[in-house]
């Protein structure tokens, strides 16, 4: 028969088992939240250049609504990123 363990004992073994907070990233072209070392999921860059043709799959109306979002993304990430350089 195995012996029982102390709460003290089970309590030091489940200390690791804490949950971490996820890190993320900004996307440099649209500036949408990305996990690091993965491609973003909006408009298919990596490392500032483009992987992953997100437009390909789309009808025709979906791709003139998706090219429009990320022109406007890409204004708005310019603006941001003019405002924080004329802030400094």
Known sequence: MRQRHTHSHTHQRRSHHSLHAQIFGLCKK???????HHVCPNCGTY????????LKKLSKKEKKEKQKQMAEQEKESKKTDMESLSVK
Do not use: L
């Not at 649209?30 to 690091?36: K, S």
């Open 30 to 36: 649209c500036g949408q939240a990305v996990a690091p």
């Open 47 to 54: 490392q500032g250049r483009e992987v992953i043709d997100v």
